[in-house]
């Protein structure tokens, strides 16, 4: 193996070529993943928010991780963070691994990655909570500081006094930092006498406290923020620390290897992990699950051509999806004209239902808040903040409901927000720089977003159902014939739900108020036409288009599935005989 390397040295280039690699992977291939997570809590410099996550067992490390988690804003530190905390893991297994007490040949380093790169899998769940890392890394950082105390402690009446009075004292400290990973750092105790009363001891503990605290019992012994689910934590969780346990009590265990096999053995073991870890780690990243959070992320920087070029890579079908592109569409006033070229199925995929699901319904109240729908994309802000199931708030839905009071002159509320925000450091500039808004009618006015919608949104309280947003839509658009989002719905809606005779009525509405008439207002009105048998007037449809839609009733009444008719899939014919 020397000739290889020195010992010194290649453990560490292995560690941080794998540092890398989680950088990278975080970085270029799931940034949007980082920004979710950093979305789902409100980290305040604030002593307030410090006790009240120092109140709970495992809160100091909680707090630690959603201080950590705010970076995540800057996707590359995130990622750093990421990599660096799984370093530690790694390092750390090591240190367990090898002690001075029974020193491993360093052939079986790379069997150190083996919890980390589960751990990389476990990630894959966008619930498992930075606070489990954290806690992990605490509590192996302590055993091995534990097991040399211990170590230099041996003999005597004394020895055994430190040893036990440490543990007495040590496991409710760990406990309250680290939560229920402590039971780790009292089964890594040595020797097995210490380790059987530390475990019997922890528990207890665990137990005792779960009797006090206003928690569910089994939300406290499985981890109060270890899951963002409460009352449950995925099997793989529970089983990293055994891992870990495992793989220091068979380095004991371990035979000698010659210096002849010493390279082969290396070279096995880091092939066997490297090449478990790449077939593995990628299945714990659910692909639909990751398109929809891509899409979120993309509609909240508002990067509506780079949701429309996604949405060209590959076609989106889930509602989610699919509100997100016709969002998109809409914005850069292509609904009417590319609606069709993408799947459709309905009007739910310009306006979902409503679903207490943070992601969805967040992005559902994105399409009111542009809009024009301001009370309702506020009330949809609300409904997001509590769809959260750990009941954390969210830095991005106090930032709307800030946006939302101050358009509909609430400064009073909106400056609450507005102070929270303060406390951050992502949010900070842009909450002073809104401050200073409040009460000033004028600048609010000029402002390009908040005085667009103030002038867009409707004036009036009223209720509304599901069933009934078209003709909100057309409400927005009689109050302001200006709000073309509203004009593109207004007339998409019973397009894709298939009612011509209703789309026809709202023609005549828009096109009596603004020329608007892209490709698929024109073919809707070919269709309708063509059904009466009539033609119809000059000038409402192009030639291109008339000529395009004899084409397709010839291709249509020949054959209903020939193969010609998939070159007309991108218009309201095909989508309304055929369907997507």
């Known amino acids: 193996m020397k000739k290889l390397l020195p010992h010194k040295y290649y453990p560490w280039l292995l560690t941080g070529l794998f540092g890398l690699a989680v950088f990278l992977f975080w970085k270029l291939r799931y940034p949007f993943v980082l920004t979710y997570q950093e979305q789902l809590q409100l980290f305040l410099f604030d002593g307030d928010y410090f006790c009240d996550r120092m109140a709970e ?23 750093a963070i990421i990599a660096l905390l799984y370093m530690l893991v790694q390092r750390l297994t090591w240190r367990l691994m090898s002690t001075a007490d029974s020193p491993l040949s360093i052939v079986h380093y790379p069997l150190s990655f083996i919890p980390v790169v589960i751990l990389w899998y476990a990630m894959g769940d966008e619930s498992v909570m930075l606070t489990y890392v954290v806690a ?63 475990v019997v001891y922890t528990l207890a503990l665990i137990l005792l406290s779960a009797h006090f605290l206003p928690f569910p019992m089994m939300r406290v012994v499985l981890g109060i923020s270890y899951y963002r689910i409460p009352v449950t934590i995925p099997y793989i969780l529970m089983a990293i620390p055994l891992v870990i346990l495992l793989l220091t009590w068979i380095s004991r265990k371990s035979p000698q290897v010659s210096e002849r096999n010493k390279q082969w053995v290396f070279v096995g073991e880091f092939l066997a992990v490297a090449i478990a870890g790449m077939l593995i780690v990628p299945r714990g990243f659910d692909a639909k699950k990751y398109e929809l959070i891509e899409y979120d992320y993309l509609v909240r920087i508002q990067n509506w051509n780079g949701i429309i070029a996604k949405a060209e890579k590959k076609m989106p079908d889930l509602p989610m999806s699919v509100c997100a592109t016709n969002l ?40 009111y808040f542009w809009l024009g729908l301001v009370n ?205």
């Open 136 to 198: 992990l890394a605490m509590a192996l950082a302590m055993t091995v500081g534990v097991r040399r105390v211990m170590r230099d402690s041996r003999g005597g009446r004394a020895g055994r006094v430190i040893r036990w009075g440490g543990v007495i004292l040590l496991i409710p400290v760990l406990y309250w930092l680290t939560g229920p990973m402590v039971v780790l750092v009292a089964l890594l105790m040595l020797p097995w006498t210490l380790t059987v009363a530390a």
């Open 376 to 580: 309702t994309a506020q009330r949809f802000a609300f409904e997001a903040m509590e769809a959260i199931p750990n009941y954390n708030k969210s830095a991005r839905v106090v930032k709307r409901l800030a946006e939302t009071n101050l358009i509909n002159g609430q400064y009073k509320v909106a400056e609450k927000y507005l102070r929270m925000l303060e406390k951050t450091i992502f949010y900070r500039p842009w909450a002073q720089r809104t401050i200073a808004m409040l009460g000033n009618e004028k600048a609010i006015d000029a402002h390009p977003l908040y005085g667009t919608l103030r002038q867009y949104r409707l004036q009036e309280d009223f209720l509304f159902s599901d069933r009934e947003l078209d003709k909100i839509c057309g409400r927005l658009f009689l109050h302001n014939t200006q709000n073309q989002m509203a004009a593109q719905y207004l007339l998409m809606m019973p397009l894709m739900d298939r009612d011509i005779p209703l789309f026809m009525q709202y023609v005549q509405v828009v096109q009596t108020r603004q020329p608007y008439n892209p490709r698929a207002v024109q073919e809707g009105i070919a269709f309708a036409f063509m059904q009466q048998r009539q033609q119809p007037p000059k000038g409402v449809v192009s030639q291109y288009v008339l000529q395009q839609m004899n084409e397709f009733g010839q291709a249509y009444g020949n054959n209903k599935s020939a193969a010609g008719l998939n070159r007309f899939r991108n218009t309201v014919w095909y989508y309304l005989t055929i369907g997507k």
């Open 57 to 79: 067992p495992g809160g100091f490390t909680r707090y630690v991780a959603e201080f950590l988690v705010q970076f995540y804003n800057g996707v590359a530190i995130g990622a």
């Open 328 to 367: 998109a569409l809409g914005m850069t006033n292509q609904l009417g004209d590319r609606a069709f070229d993408f799947y459709q199925h309905g009007s739910e995929g310009l306006l979902p239902k409503f679903e207490r699901n943070f992601a969805t319904t967040q992005l559902t109240g994105e399409v």
